[in-house]
């Protein structure tokens, strides 16, 4: 399996941006499909995007859909998250996952990162 560890989270206003990174450990990054996760206080753990092994194919949560970007350097074993425009309820901790399937189903990532608090004020 591999390893991941985020950064990137903090507070920001509604409106503003952040980027999120995940870096991973080992020499087969390349072979994993990544997706972004994130869960809010109280509610249940949600897809966010996903990237394909190659980076050429991405899917989003509608909630996000135009608004965060997700993509991968395989070089650097690093996949982002760049969020723009956000809103209140984008306030969740986000966690990084890899998968040998590209998928929105949690249950199909194998290896998830520790998380990152992004908070939003309204």
């Known amino acids: 399996q591999v390893q991941l560890v985020e950064s990137g989270g903090g507070l920001v206003q509604a409106g503003g941006s952040l980027r999120l990174s995940c870096s991973a450990s080992?020499?087969?990054?390349?072979?994993?499909?990544m997706g972004w996760f994130r869960q809010a206080p109280g509610k249940d753990r949600e897809f966010v995007a996903v990237?394909?092994?190659?980076?050429?194919?991405?899917g989003y949560a509608d909630s996000v859909k135009g608004r965060f970007t997700i993509s991968k350097d395989n070089a650097k074993n690093t996949v982002y998250l760049q969020m723009n425009s956000l809103k209140p309820e984008d306030t969740a901790v986000y966690y990084c996952?890899?998968?040998?399937?590209?998928?929105?189903?949690?249950?199909?990532?194998?290896?998830w990162g520790q998380g990152t608090q992004v908070t939003v004020s309204s």
């Open positions: 990237i394909s092994r190659g980076g050429s194919t991405t």
């Open positions: 080992g020499r087969t990054f390349g072979s994993y499909v």
């Open positions: 996952a890899a998968g040998r399937v590209y998928t929105s189903d949690s249950s199909d990532f194998g290896s």
